[in-house]
T-cell receptor
């Protein structure tokens, strides 16, 4: 399977615990995006990368959230001291960037669903 | 004000109907525009890009008005399989991609 892969698919944790999600983008895609989605809402932008460089982090994101893409391939999203309001689907997407044949098309993974008790 | 806004929905229409979705965006420097479709409990997928001259793909027609910062999607002859959430998407400079809140469509037999 050469699509975007995310794991774990589901995570249940207690409030105050730390969680980490991993995203493996499509090979050679240099753009990688993280979004958060709750029921009935569209994907909310969190952050994105060009290779290993983090280009922007949403102002809505607290300091408890951090993302990395250390070698320009896979990425991790960590949430520290989780709160019940963090419960959501966390979506990762990749894009070939400017060299893509359909500029702007994002290819999404199936998401990681977080439930904070 | 949100960067991308859409009709709140939901839209419930009979098969064969024509339905229109509206979207506005706040950043006048936005460069590219798209409509994505998201089925229930699935990830979003690109439906079509939106070009300044307007473009059509079968039963789907997308239009862009840069002066008004307005995007639309028209679906003709609705099918049951068109039932989904339609997401208006804007790509800003530096390739930041912003999604609207989505409009849910249910096509009823």
């Amino acid at each position: 399977d050469t699509g975007v892969s995310q794991n774990p698919r589901h995570k249940i944790t207690k409030r105050g615990q730390n969680v980490t999600f991993r995203c493996d983008p499509i090979s050679e895609h240099n753009r990688l995006y993280w979004y958060r989605q709750t029921l009935g809402q569209g994907p909310e932008f969190l952050t994105y990368f060009q290779n290993e460089a983090q280009l922007e982090k949403s102002r809505l994101l607290s300091d408890r959230f951090s993302a990395e893409r250390p070698k320009g391939s896979f990425s991790t999203l960590e949430i520290q001291r989780t709160e019940q309001g963090d419960s959501a689907m966390y979506l990762c997407a990749s894009s070939p960037g400017l060299a893509g044949t359909r500029t702007g098309e994002l290819f999404f993974g199936e998401g990681s669903r977080l439930t904070v008790l | 004000r949100k960067e991308v806004e859409q009709d709140p929905g939901p839209f419930n229409v009979p098969e064969g109907a024509t339905v229109a979705f509206n979207c506005t965006y706040s950043n006048s420097a936005s460069q590219s525009f798209f409509w994505y479709r998201q089925d229930c409990r699935k990830e979003p997928k690109l439906l079509m890009s939106v070009y300044s001259s307007g473009n059509e793909d079968g039963r789907f027609t997308a239009q862009l008005n840069r002066a008004s910062q307005y995007i639309s999607l028209l679906i003709r002859d609705s099918k049951l399989s068109d039932s989904a959430t339609y997401l208006c998407v804007v790509k800003t400079s530096y390739d930041k991609v912003i999604f609207g809140p989505g409009t849910s469509l249910s096509v009823i037999p």
